[in-house]
Every structure is written in C-alpha cells, then in structure tokens.
C-alpha cells in the first residue's frame, strides 16, 4: 500500500481564517485527489489535483475557496479560505497507485474544526 | 453521473457470525470498478477489496469476499467470521475504468460486532 502523509492531522480554526493541509506521497503518482467528509456524511470529491496544470473541481467546489497546488508529483496542498463553521470537515488526500493495480489509497486525514 | 445507494444505515452481527452489506449503484458504462472500503474511529479509510466489472469472479480478500451481480447492479460484502476489530464504517464506492477515475462513495453502512 501507499505510505500517504498528511498533515495537520487536525486542527480548530477561526472563523474567517485559511489552512492549509499537506498531502506528501512515497512515491510519484499522475493524480491527487481531494475529498471532504462532513459530520456523519460520506466523502465528497472536491478536485483533482494535477501535477503541472490546474486543479479540476467538482460541482459546487470553486478554486477560490479551495485552492489547491501541485508542485510535483509527490506532494499537494489544499487551502480551505474564509474559512465558516460550515467547512468544519475531515478532508483526506487520495492516490492512485498503478503499481498496485490501479488502487486507491487515502491518507489519515485531517479533522478541521471552525469556531 | 453515477450514483451508489447503502440501504442500511446500521448493522449488528456476534462475532464470529457472517454479515451482508448491500451496495447498489447505477451507471450506463460498461467498465468500471467497484470497492469496498472500511473507515474505523481512527478515520483512516481502508480499503477492504476490488471488484473489477469485466470480472465475472467474484472477488475474496480472506473473510471478506463479494457478490457482483453486474445485470442488477448490485455489489454486496459478506464478512465472515466476524471479529471485534471489524467494526467501522464501510463504504461502497465507485469508479470508472477511463479518465480521472475518482471515486462515488455510497452513504455507508455502520456496522457493529457485538461479542
């Protein structure tokens, strides 16, 4: 499996204040994803994270809100800006191995909290 | 757009005894993959086993092992042999075999083992 680093691995926040969360592979991967999970709720793509071109957002997910880099093919960022009570979520990093078959993996997560 | 349905919000099984967790979902493609993952307190989420659709064979990973009724778009995890440390939330999830390949994930079943 892969060995995914997330940091922070949780976090309370102000309102209206950014974080940024880290996401650090093993190993290279093409595609990152983004995904917040909401209280008791599934998880929800948020973007994909591409390594030397923008990030692609799903509905309902503007870069202005949640920035994302991509620097090289190990490491991703994601801002969650101006931030609310409402963005109080896990967000989790995800990879796609193709040396594992095409496997997703996830990293542990982090648990944001908005006051 | 694809969509993935849990039908049971709960479940509780004795350790030791086999459970069933239903997942259905729809799409129009034809390939595709299906998994089920496995999220305990820890919020890490696991993944417990693949199924590819161009497989007729149903796929096992030790006590845990799937019905893929491609036709009725139905993709259940039977868990065998129950154990304590099975208890998490799991989700069904879904992606295509083409593109991005991100992930659908179902609303997820909790499931408890009682001893």
């Known amino acids: 499996s892969a060995v995914i680093s997330q940091k922070p691995s949780r976090d309370i926040c102000q309102r209206g204040t950014s974080l940024t969360i880290q996401c650090q592979v093993d190993?290279?991967?093409?595609?990152m994803f983004w995904y917040r999970q909401q209280p008791g709720q599934s998880l929800t793509l948020i973007a994909t994270?591409?390594?030397?071109?923008?990030?692609?957002?799903e509905s309902g997910f503007v870069i202005d809100k949640f920035p994302i880099s991509r620097p090289n093919l190990t490491f991703s960022t994601l801002t969650v800006s101006n931030m609310s009570p409402e963005d109080s979520s896990i967000y989790l990093c995800?990879?796609?191995?193709?040396?594992?078959?095409?496997?997703?993996?996830f990293g542990s997560g982090t648990q944001l909290s908005v006051l | 757009a694809q969509t993935v349905t849990q039908s049971q919000p709960e479940m509780s099984v004795q350790e030791a005894e086999t459970v069933t967790l239903s997942c259905t979902y729809d799409?129009?493609?034809?390939?595709?993959?299906l998994f089920w993952y496995k999220q305990p307190p820890s919020r890490q989420m696991i993944l417990v086993i693949r199924?590819?659709?161009?497989?007729?064979q149903n796929a096992t990973e030790n006590r845990f092992s799937v019905n893929f009724q491609k036709a009725a778009k139905s993709f259940s995890l039977k868990i065998s042999d129950s154990q304590l440390g099975d208890t998490a939330m799991y989700f069904c999830?879904?992606?295509?075999?083409?593109?991005?390949?991100?992930?659908?994930f179902g609303s997820g079943t909790r499931l408890q083992v009682q001893p």
């Open positions: 799409t129009s493609e034809n390939n595709y993959y």
């Open positions: 199924q590819e659709a161009y497989k007729q």
């Open positions: 995800s990879v796609r191995r193709a040396e594992a078959n095409e496997k997703l993996f």
């Open positions: 999830a879904f992606a295509m075999d083409t593109g991005r390949r991100a992930l659908t």
């Open positions: 190993s290279q991967v093409t595609m």
């Open positions: 994270a591409n390594q030397g071109s923008e990030a692609t957002y």
